[in-house]
């Protein structure tokens, strides 16, 4: 048993929306900032945004190479690509491994959707970004990256969920991301949360006290 279980229950995950990503984790990092990683995932998003960056290939490799330089290694990067008929529903298109890590995007608060419905994507374009894991079980934190990015006629709500009008693209990225504990550490995180501490109040939402799932 792993100080992350009380009874043998390991407590539903923490989850935060971080600048329309979604974080979930679990394990024993409950404090507010997800131990550093949600101040990880907002400056990546930050910086990917501020350059421009749209395109799925440009957006993952922007996050990616943020949280590199903060001290997460990425490893396992899968990339792949489906295209969408016209009618058809993306979410039946990925696996199904996938479609349970996007579904607590499907029920977000009315504020929280808006926030997701405007990640960065592409002009014609929706996109979702998903990171989950035992962060903070340490030495070995260990995060999954899922970003999943559809060009196509998307309907402005029901997004992967709803019926598309028009063939499109779906793109899909994975990664497993661990910590370099020679950088990502205590310092790193209290230097990092000073950083970004202006933007939480308005980038992030935090999801846990909200849901019950």
Do not use: I, N, Y
Request: aromatic share 4%; no cysteine; charged share 15%.
């Amino acid at each position: 048993m792993t100080d992350a279980q009380v009874d043998g229950v390991t407590p539903a995950p923490r989850r935060w929306l971080v600048s329309g990503a979604l974080l979930s984790l679990t394990g024993s990092a409950q404090d507010p900032s997800g131990g550093g990683v949600r101040d990880a995932l907002l400056m990546a998003l930050a910086l990917t945004r501020r350059g421009g960056r749209t395109t799925p290939d440009d957006v993952v490799a922007g996050v990616l190479g943020v949280l590199g330089q903060l001290g997460w290694v990425a490893s396992q990067q899968v990339r792949t690509a489906t295209d969408v008929p016209a009618r058809a529903v993306p979410a039946a298109l990925l696996p199904s491994a996938d479609a349970a890590t996007l579904a607590p995007l499907q029920h977000l608060p009315t504020g929280a959707a808006r926030a997701w419905a405007a990640f960065l994507a592409a002009p014609g374009s929706r996109a979702a970004l998903v990171v989950q894991g035992t962060a903070g079980t340490a030495p070995d934190p260990v995060l999954q990256l899922l970003h999943v990015d559809l060009t196509a006629a998307v309907p402005a709500v029901g997004f992967p969920w709803a019926h598309v009008a028009s063939p499109g693209t779906l793109v899909r990225h994975t990664a497993t991301l661990s910590a370099d504990t020679t950088v990502w550490t205590a310092e790193e995180r209290a230097t990092l949360a000073t950083k970004v501490s202006g933007a939480v109040a308005t980038q992030v939402v935090d999801l846990t006290a909200r849901s019950t799932t």
